[in-house]
């Protein structure tokens, strides 16, 4: 099952090594401070319906707070002008709103204000690319709202840059799963690349550092790699959202097939800052925090998400706007969300924290406090770690030289040299001194 993924460990080795032959720079996984940060999804849903306009203002307004919460990335909203509210429609990429005229998080001039005030604080933002389709503001003779011709004449298409089949779309096939709602762009256009290239370093250039791409199933990977490529940002994060395997409503045991997609596609990705929500990792811990923990171990005695084989490249999370917030499509349970967290903010991958969670749950003080015990015990996307207990009723780990915790009813404590540091509802962290 770990084949391709056995496949991207040599090719990363194959790249270091020739990085230290030629002397040449090159990451075969994301920076040292990618690795160790903290990332927060700065919005959820519904947030266009709380400030009414000035969701950025507020993201800005934070900036020294989430810095001592202890976060190093804020995920975006999709900044684009959007059929829908949300953003995840676009039409005109460079349409941001204006102070006149806002877009439903904000004008222009406000997100590059929260940008800056985020950047002052040492923490760097994320674009929400959303480049799998793009609806058009003009129809053809048939009636197809497949042309795309904006005020600023800047990624002016038309039926050519549409994958064929989709919208009366006369490019090529789709490389990816189909977008029903919206034309699908076709990504192999030269011409398509080239303006999207363009906008992105647009945005780099507002202040972005990085992307998180929406709905990545939609085409290829290789061309995730080639706008990473072209745009060089700090790291970029996937969204491949994939069916797990399940008999009935029960989630199987085994989800390697699972996560062997999210290899699969970092394999096919020649990015060198390319990472991918792990969703494995929220599927299988959204059950095991009911008392199944034993499902948090794999045959080898590694964590049985993402971050069991591919660390580095892992983004960890519990809930997002889709799976969780106002839709609820695949939400965690509400009573173990803290559960969650201490699971996430204490094992390898780059762990990401959910605005709701944070201001809307009450759980800030608590996640904090997790955050804090990472950053002390300096925990980051690849520290090894040890499983000492996966039943039912008692999850209980090492992680790296100085964290223990465990989750669950049953008692446990990790030894002589520990102190309890952080603990609430079936959960409980200990830190060991350096000394």
């Given amino acids: 099952m770990q084949r391709q993924h056995n496949f991207g460990m040599i090719k990363t080795f194959l790249m270091l090594l020739a990085a230290f032959l030629f002397l040449t720079p090159a990451f075969a996984d994301p920076p040292a401070r990618v690795s160790r940060s903290v990332i927060m999804q700065g919005f959820g849903w519904d947030s266009i319906n709380k400030t009414q306009g000035k969701w950025y203002d507020l ?57 800056r005030a985020l950047k002052a604080q040492g923490i760097g933002s994320l674009a929400d690319i959303v480049i799998n389709h793009r609806c058009g503001n003009k129809q053809d003779e048939k009636g197809i709202w497949n042309i795309y011709d904006f005020p600023n004449g800047k990624a002016s298409w038309q039926q050519w840059a549409i994958c064929k089949g989709s919208f009366g779309g006369q490019g090529n096939p789709d490389t990816g799963d189909s977008f029903p709602p919206a034309p699908d762009i076709d990504h192999t256009n030269k011409k398509v690349q080239e303006d999207i290239i363009e906008w992105m370093n647009w945005l ?19 061309f995730n790699g080639i706008y990473d490529k072209a745009t060089s940002p700090l790291f970029s994060v996937g969204e491949y959202w994939v069916n797990m395997n399940f008999k009935g409503s029960e989630l199987l045991p085994n989800q390697d097939s699972h996560r062997q997609k999210s290899c699969d596609w970092l394999d096919k990705n020649p990015s060198e800052v390319a990472c991918i929500f792990d969703f494995t990792t929220k599927g299988i811990l959204q059950v095991a925090v009911k008392g199944e923990y034993w499902r948090l171990k794999d045959s080898k005695g590694k964590p049985t998400g993402l971050i069991g084989w591919w660390p580095a490249r892992a983004v960890t999370f519990i809930d997002n706007h889709d799976t969780g917030s106002k839709q609820s499509h695949w939400p965690f349970p509400a009573s173990e969300i803290m559960q969650g967290y201490a699971y996430i903010l204490t094992h390898p991958g780059i762990p990401c924290v959910f605005w709701e969670h944070v ?13 804090q015990i990472r950053k002390a015990c300096k925990i980051n996307s690849t520290t090894p770690v040890e499983i000492l207990v996966a039943e039912n009723g008692l999850y209980a780990a090492k992680v790296g030289k100085y964290l223990a915790m465990k989750l669950g009813t049953r008692d446990w404590v990790p030894g002589d040299g520990y102190k309890l540091a952080a603990s609430g509802p079936r959960y409980a962290v200990w830190v060991k001194s350096a000394n």
């Fill in 204 to 222: 780099k250039k507002l202040g972005f550092a990085g992307w998180r791409y929406d709905y990545v199933r939609g085409y290829a990977p290789k």
């Fill in 59 to 115: 993201i800005g307004s934070k900036a020294a707070e989430l810095k001592k919460l202890g976060i190093d990335f804020v995920w975006f909203p999709p900044p684009t002008h959007s059929v829908s509210r949300q953003g995840y429609m676009p039409g005109d990429y460079y349409d941001l709103g204006t102070s006149a005229k806002p877009n439903f998080y904000g004008s222009k001039e406000s997100l590059v204000a929260a940008i």
């Fill in 359 to 371: 201001y809307d749950m009450g759980h800030k003080n608590d996640i904090a406090k997790l955050i």
